[in-house]
């Protein structure tokens, strides 16, 4: 824990500063941390546009609690979470990352000497909760922690709420801007954007599978397959799970639009689906056998650029204060979600087509 912390001062020392400057935020956020392993927390401080900093000014946050990245430690800490349980301090958006273990596999802090578990907290929390998030595989379905045999009992967070509506984040991590744009776009009102799949995920950054928009699908088509992972051809015969994994990274990519897993030469995993890593996704690096992947679909349109304009320049009353702030606001959930639909329209294959192929032969 405070190995990471110290990276991400090393990383980036403006983020620790923000989040100290953001205790006057409007918008109260809790993340807790159950049965995982941080890198969804990680993930998001890589994020590049916003980054992190400017997101909490921008979206007006005030982070109460982030036991990886948060100032305060343990008793200070733990006061921000006891006000929001007894209702004298309100919550905007609960964010949990990590599977919840059953009983007392998982502690954190304790009340007049008795420990408290996770379990407790995800209930209390999520009771209170505006809207509950569950970023990264672990607390979108079990995840890691939650693989057979499963001695911990490890569950979804939506398996511990049932009641609640939870957007799923899942990912292994996830992408930072599945995580950033959904919170900004929450934050700002505006979560009837949110279309979510049968998995509780949001349709935009998971509408498709990846198969349907890899850019080594042409060598699927024509039959070439790599034998080795540094091998131009799909990867099927290394244990893709393209076509059972829905995800925008082929159009997304990752690490400011540089790559993903299929361009680094190794096959998805299905990171971002139910039942990840137990079958049909592990073993990795063995074969599915028959992959039934239907046709593609096209992109939701998630944003409608003209009402939004217009509610941006009508509406001075709304949900953003100063005129400067709300455009940025604005800009920065249309931008993200735009450079989606942007990276959509301009998706290519990598593979040769079957005449560029036979070309190149003669
Ligand atoms: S590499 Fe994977 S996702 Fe890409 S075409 Fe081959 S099987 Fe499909
Ligand atoms: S390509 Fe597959 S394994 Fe890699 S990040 Fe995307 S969903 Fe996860």
Redesign the pocket.
Known sequence: MLGTTVAAALYKPEIIEALGAAATGEKHVVWLQGAGCTGCTMSLLQTDDPDLAEAIEWFRLSIDFHPTIMVPAGNNALESLKGIKEGSVPLDVLIVEGAIPKGGYCLVGEEEGKPINFEEWVKSLGSRATYIIAVGTCAAFGGIPSARPNPTGCRSVKDVLPEKTVVNIP??PP?PDWMLLTLGVVLLGHENWIELDELGRPKVFYYDY?HNNCQRRQFFENLTFAEKPSEDGCLYFLGC??PI???D??NRL?NKGTS???ISN????????KGFPDEPFAPFYEKIENPDCPPPVKPPATVDYDALRKESSQSSSNLLSGGLLRDATLAIAVAGIGATAGFLLGRRRKGPSKGEEAKSER
């Open positions: 990912g292994c992408h990846i799970r393209g994994t829905k995800s990274c082929p990752w993903y897993c299929i190794a096959p998805c995993i299905g990171c971002t689906e």
